[in-house]
């Protein structure tokens, strides 16, 4: 009986909600009275203990927006920062990601706090900053807006945006959120509306570019799309994380790197050890992947014959514009733009000194790049073990490889993708 009756109840704050509706006292009393207790309190400790024991129980972490957000995109084929692989192993705590000690990040914090300051001054409101928000009925979830002030119904969320990705935030229509934007302030909103305060119909996005350009955007609240992302999200947990279900293969890269975690190279111990089958599934599989291979070697011949073809309608001109869009063959020397890329990518993980030494290096093998000289071997030899040593390696080598020795050539650059 008394589970029946504490199916939908929750508690916050000392006060009980029914399926997320704020109790009267008299309807809280009625309750506890009804499970056995004399007053509401007495439930409350009894709910809270419940609770507790529950969080010490638990062995992965709450669903706020950066988990929730890159799972809707990914459903929406708007993939973000993470895979649902990735907020799998974040959540059940099998990776971690810690970026504390980055000094970009570090500084990312402290222009976010004068956005904040910015906003409070601009809109004449004070916001409580990073308070967290839980569900008070599904301790899944949880949401840490920038700001929120409930009196005011005002809730803020800000972004510190390269000017080089200003582009996200605009189109030719005018200004637009980008996608993981919206779902991360929608869900801010839908926690935020279920605190038991007056609704709060919209939420501000200020974005600041460049570090010396703002804009602010405003975001309605959906509360269906709220509910459907509680829908997933309840469903992400229930099904994969609770379990210690991986989610679904995709074709990412995260999930290869997973499963090389699962059966790293030293669990093969005997090279003769193969896995025979007459399983129907595996051998459409290897089928499907031969199909797959064969079409993608087809269709890389075919794109390098389609682009040759037009380097050739180019000829001396800079590009050819179309029905289909501009298509360029544009000049270019050797210069250090690639470098400067290369030094972001890796400085991302780097210490301040080896960080120091790798922009020196990159650097020096730019201005030869763009004098025409050969750089010293030594110098190279050390740019790539700094480049090894540290993390997203994968992406800074490939990076690295595609710097520009200092011989003038031509880019084709083809429309953008519609």
């Known amino acids: 009986m008394e589970s029946n009756l504490l199916q939908d109840i929750t508690t916050k704050d000392g006060l009980i909600y029914d399926r997320g509706v704020l109790l009267?006292?008299?309807?809280?009393?009625?309750?506890?009275?009804?499970?056995?207790?004399?007053?509401?309190?007495?439930?409350?400790?009894?709910?809270?203990s419940l609770e507790s024991s529950a969080k010490a129980n638990r062995d992965w972490s709450l669903m706020g927006s950066s988990y929730i957000t890159p799972i809707i995109c990914d459903l929406l084929d708007d993939r973000t920062f993470l895979t649902p692989i990735e907020v799998y192993q974040l959540m059940k705590k099998l990776m971690k990601i810690d970026l504390s000690h980055v000094k970009r990040v570090q500084w990312g914090s402290r222009i976010e706090a004068a956005i904040i300051k910015s906003v409070e001054d601009d809109y004449g409101v004070t916001l409580e900053h990073n308070k967290t928000l839980y569900h008070p009925s599904n301790h899944y979830f949880c949401s840490t807006p920038d700001g929120v002030n409930f009196d005011e119904r005002f809730l803020l969320e800000c972004k510190n945006v390269d000017s080089l990705l200003r582009y996200k935030w605009e189109n030719g229509d005018g200004p637009v959120i980008p996608r993981y934007v919206y779902v991360q302030t929608q869900w801010h909103l839908h926690l935020a509306n279920m605190q038991g305060h007056d609704i709060i119909e919209r939420a501000l996005v200020r974005a600041l570019f460049g570090g010396n350009d703002d804009k602010d955007y405003w975001v309605d609240y959906d509360p269906g799309f709220g509910s459907e992302m509680e829908d997933v999200g309840k469903h992400f947990i229930e099904n994969y994380v609770e379990p210690g279900v991986a989610p679904p293969i995709d074709c990412s890269k995260p999930y290869?790197?997973?499963?090389?975690?699962?059966?790293?190279?030293?669990?093969?111990?005997?090279?003769?050890?193969?896995?025979?089958?007459?399983?129907?599934?595996?051998?459409?599989?290897?089928?499907?992947?031969?199909?797959?291979?064969d079409a993608c070697d087809i269709a890389d011949d075919a794109l390098q014959l389609a682009k040759n073809k037009l380097q050739n309608v180019i000829?001396?001109?800079?590009?050819?514009?179309?029905?289909?869009?501009?298509?360029?063959?544009?000049?270019?020397?050797?210069?250090?733009?690639?470098?400067?890329?290369?030094?972001?990518?890796?400085?991302?993980?780097?210490?301040?000194?080896?960080?120091?030494?790798?922009?020196?290096l990159i650097r020096l093998i730019g201005k030869d790049a763009k004098a025409g000289r050969k750089t010293n071997p030594d110098k190279v030899r050390r740019l790539k073990e700094l480049v090894k040593k540290h993390t997203f390696q994968d992406v800074t080598i490939e990076a690295f490889n595609s710097l520009h020795t200092g011989e003038p050539t031509r880019v084709l650059k083809l429309p953008n993708r519609k």
């Open 24 to 48: 009267t006292a008299s309807a809280a009393d009625e309750i506890a009275r009804g499970v056995g207790y004399q007053s509401s309190e007495q439930l409350v400790r009894y709910l809270e």
């Open 315 to 360: 000829g001396e001109k800079y590009g050819v514009k179309t029905t289909e869009g501009n298509v360029s063959w544009y000049p270019r020397k050797g210069s250090i733009s690639k470098s400067k890329v290369l030094s972001e990518l890796v400085g991302f993980a780097l210490n301040e000194d080896d960080h120091t030494e790798l922009f020196n």
């Open 256 to 293: 290869s790197k997973y499963l090389l975690s699962l059966y790293p190279p030293d669990v093969v111990k005997d090279k003769n050890d193969w896995l025979i089958t007459d399983n129907i599934e595996v051998i459409s599989l290897v089928k499907h992947a031969l199909t797959c291979r």
